[in-house]
């Protein structure tokens, strides 16, 4: 599976957007980029995946540039229950998750 | 629907004892995972399994640890003879097929 780089940790404001970036330079053509956060003392939550075209959701907004080296996830209004760790994965249907460490993302009221 | 169910949810065993976690997939999910979370750190894969086979145990410990998921009840995670590292929060995950995976809420094992 692809290695993916983000940012160790961030800061928003509440009520702004948040965007979490997250590199994948090595992704191949069937690789899809997932993104899962996990709130403190909880288990992992699905929030979006794609392949190569941009997702939305109820939860989220999924960009994934089109070399597919990058993508970023969008929270369009954060709030303070959005302050978690935000993984993002690539991974090939088959494949197991492997999760890194992750954006620790905290929302500032 | 319910979610991805897991119990115990908080579990103490003394060193030597044995600890079972169990975890009952989404209705209609035949793969289920396992991870584990050590304090302060990532999520590590351990196994993965369908029903009555297992798929990849490439994270688990070579010793101590076994996991099954049998034709009919809940995937078992269990760990023999427990030391203070294997205390750490285990998460259950379960997907339809191999794609998307959703998670228990996990089970705290504290070794005392």
């Known amino acids: 599976d692809a290695k993916t780089t983000q940012p160790t940790s961030m800061d928003c404001a509440e009520g702004r957007a948040a965007n979490l970036p997250c590199n994948h330079s090595t992704i191949s053509g069937n690789e899809y980029v997932y993104w899962y956060r996990q709130i403190h003392s909880q288990g992992p939550q699905y929030i979006i995946h794609g392949l190569k075209n941009n997702e939305t959701n109820e939860m989220a907004s999924l960009i994934i540039t089109e070399d597919r080296k990058s993508s970023t996830l969008i929270l369009p209004h954060a709030t303070l229950r959005d302050t978690a760790v935000y993984y993002c994965i690539v991974m090939n249907t088959g494949n197991q998750f492997y999760f890194g460490t992750g954006t620790s993302l905290t929302v500032i009221p | 629907n319910a979610g991805v169910m897991q119990n115990p949810r908080h579990l103490v065993r003394r060193r030597g004892q044995e600890a079972r976690l169990r975890c009952s997939p989404m209705?209609?999910?035949?793969?289920v995972y396992w991870y584990r979370q050590l304090p302060e750190e990532g999520l590590k894969f351990m196994v993965y399994?369908?029903?009555?086979?297992?798929?990849?145990e490439s994270g688990m410990p070579k010793e101590r640890f076994s996991a099954e998921f049998p034709k009919e009840g809940p995937s078992i995670l269990r760990i023999q003879q427990v030391v203070r590292g294997d205390s750490a929060a285990y998460f259950c995950?379960?997907?339809?097929?191999?794609?998307?995976?959703?998670f228990g809420e996990g089970s705290w094992l504290t070794v005392v």
């Open positions: 399994l369908q029903k009555e086979n297992i798929i990849d």
């Open positions: 995950a379960s997907s339809p097929q191999e794609n998307t995976i959703y």
């Open positions: 209705k209609g999910h035949s793969h």
